[in-house]
């Protein structure tokens, strides 16, 4: 709860804190993350109504409206996907922050100090909504502008021109920006192997390279000699990473489903089950164009039949189907 920043206030900033001693010192309230604060302190409470507040992103000035980019902006998108800023600055939220995803484009210093008592290899990515309002820029404000800022980036080569126009796009990503534009996969989808049977043995009756978005109801052959009930299909190739960050895999499958990212088995369900609720992932990382090995099991057995494979991404809270350009065939 924001009520435990009394903790910071007291132990880091040396403050008398907004509660009482007495209530403080009450049970594990002194502990991070220990008993609730919350309705005991005004102050305490005012705070974090305050911080929850802050839940959308400003209009930005130089927009012209809502729907429309001015005409350097709309150049500045277009180098904007070309350079791939969103391989960090990703998705809906323009940023790929995420569990273990510090980046360090080149701007750490020995000034810069250290991560909980250990050397700082990165630092989280920052969203690029609003960013026309928050200068200086950058973890310790050396780049007083956003040209700058972008010159910072040991990674990043591009021209004066291109530069103008980017900084034109990003002084223009607010409330009203759609997402990151990125470039897109180069893959066409997951090599797919179909067996006329649940246990994925013997000659396939069928393969194929595809996305794995399929709906065949209760009486539709997956294709070619594949029978209509009690198939299995084994999908093999790579996963494509749009954007350095945090992914998790969703599996809509009737009936059992497994899907091996790197080698580790991240969604098990090799039972009978219908499709109403998703299976997640655990989470895992990947650097921007990361070729991740994956597999993806799946059998049918008697009712309908549905094997649908989405994906949460850095920067997006919504999952979505796994596009084939971005499914790598073996």
Known sequence: EVQDFEGQIRGLAGGTGLMSDAAFGTGTRSAPLGD????????????????????????A?????????SANAA???????SQNCAACHSGAAFTGSGLNTAVNIG???????????????????PTLRD???TGPYLHDGSA??????VRAHNNVFIGDADLTMLVAYLKEIGADEPAAPAPPGSGTGLTGNYFNNTSLTGAPALTRVEAIDFNWGGGTSPGGA???KDFSARWTGRLIASAAGTYRLQAFADDGVRVWVNGALVIDRWAS?????????????????????????????????TMRLLWITPGNGTAVPVPAANLLAN
Not at 107 to 125: A, E, H, M, N, Y
């Open 144 to 149: 007083p502008t956003l040209d700058l800022a």
């Open 273 to 305: 089950h219908t499709a109403a609720t998703p299976d997640t992932s655990t989470a895992f990382n990947l650097g921007a164009g990361q070729l991740a090995p994956i597999v993806v099991e799946y059998y049918q057995g008697k009712g309908t039949a």
């Open 61 to 69: 000035p130089a927009r012209p409206s809502a729907a429309t980019l």
């Open 75 to 81: 150049t500045g998108k277009a180098v904007f996907a």
């Open 36 to 59: 609730p604060k919350t309705g005991l302190a005004a102050d305490l409470d005012a705070l974090s109504a305050y911080v929850g507040s802050l839940n959308t992103f400003a209009p």
């Open 131 to 133: 960013v026309w309002a």
């Open 226 to 228: 594949v029978s209509k």
């Open 107 to 125: 701007t750490i210093k020995p000034s810069s100090g250290t991560r909980l008592f250990g050397p700082l290899t990165g630092i989280d990515v």
